[in-house]
């Protein structure tokens, strides 16, 4: 296996979370009487929900107020609405069994938690790193730096997994490789980074590699 250590994005990445987040955010625009779908916000909301905020702020609404209110409507979501993607428990299985670890880099907080229960999926990560834990937003790479250097890592043997340029950047800001999971289709591409769209194709890729 080319790599022994996954990090993880988890909202679009690991879960299927973007409709829930896509509600949210509808919900606080339509609260400064702004009215648009899922598909003109969730290209915006893919690069970070702050730039989402930032080009549909205006005169009368500031960017702060709308993550205010994405995060007032997010709690009205429940549990129901965070699911993994096909084949995500038996790809990281899969990690374990040839000998890797599994770690979570995350913007999400507490709901993180009852979402791995929920899927049963708690017991698969070595470590995680959520926005509980305070250190600054992807592309940043401080996080990414703290559980390597906390568990003794060569960044060669690391690899950092996400849907957003700011997950891979934040990979290779740490000196990692980066692979990008798109089930959604709104992955950028970049140099020298893999992109797969289901979990069934990056298993192959790495019993391959």
Partial sequence: MKYRHWFWDFDGTLFNTYPRICR???KSLADAGIF????????YLKRSLAEAAEHYSTESISADQL?????????????????????????????????????????????????????????????IVTSLDGFP????PDALLYLMQKHGLNPEDCVMV?????????GINAGMNA???????????????????????LLQYIQEH
């Fill in 67 to 127: 993550v205010a209110g994405y995060r007032l409507h997010s709690d009205e979501e429940d549990l129901t609405t965070m699911c993994s993607y096909e084949g995500v428990h038996g790809f990281l299985s899969a990690i374990i069994e040839m000998g890797g670890k599994n770690y979570i880099y995350t913007h999400r907080g507490e709901s993180l938690f009852k979402a791995l229960e929920k899927e049963n999926l708690e017991g698969l990560f070595a470590d």
């Fill in 137 to 140: 937003a992807k592309p940043a």
């Fill in 162 to 170: 996400g849907d957003r340029t700011i997950d891979l950047m934040a």
């Fill in 24 to 26: 949210a955010f509808q």
């Fill in 36 to 43: 648009e779908d899922c598909a003109s916000i969730v290209p």
């Fill in 179 to 201: 692979l990008c999971v798109d089930p959604d289709g709104y992955c950028v591409l970049m140099d020298g980074v893999p992109v797969f769209h289901d979990y069934q194709t």
